[in-house]
Nanobody, 121 residues
Framework: QVQLAESGGGLVQAGGSLRLSCAASGRTFRSVVTGWFRQAPGKERELVAAIWWPGGSSYVANSKKGRFAFSRDNAKNSVYLQMNSLKPEDTAVYYC??????????????WGQGTQVTVSS
């Protein structure tokens, strides 16, 4: 099994920044895709960004390009989502997910509990 733990969410004013972290523990894989999803109240969950390791293939949703950046620290078994120029519409619960055999779009087998991001106007 793989355990994923997100952190770094919180309340921020519009235009501010947050850095979300996702630490993985448990079983390790030679290759894995890791994604950040978010789900706002009343909306479907959407893929924000994903990265495949090794290989480095990555994806960032078009609407987030230029504001969101995905990075990975293999030594710490962690991935990060740097979010800049946040907008109220970025308010959502953000989830980290991973899978050893899927593509960037999933499906994802392992999920974290989520971290709340609230952007005030």
């Amino acid at each position: 099994q793989v355990q994923l733990a997100e952190s770094g969410g919180g309340l921020v004013q519009a235009g501010g920044s947050l850095r979300l972290s996702c630490a993985a523990s448990g079983r390790t894989f030679r290759s894995v895709v890791t994604g950040w999803f978010r789900q706002a109240p009343g909306k479907e969950r959407e893929l924000v960004a994903a990265i495949w390791w090794p290989g480095g293939s990555s994806y960032v949703a078009n609407s987030k390009k230029g504001r969101f950046a995905f990075s990975r620290d293999n030594a710490k078994n962690s991935v990060y989502l740097q979010m800049n120029s946040l907008k109220p519409e970025d308010t959502a619960v953000y989830y980290c997910a991973a899978d050893p055999s899927s593509g960037l779009g999933g499906p994802y087998r392992y999920w974290g509990q989520g971290t709340q991001v609230t952007v005030s106007s």
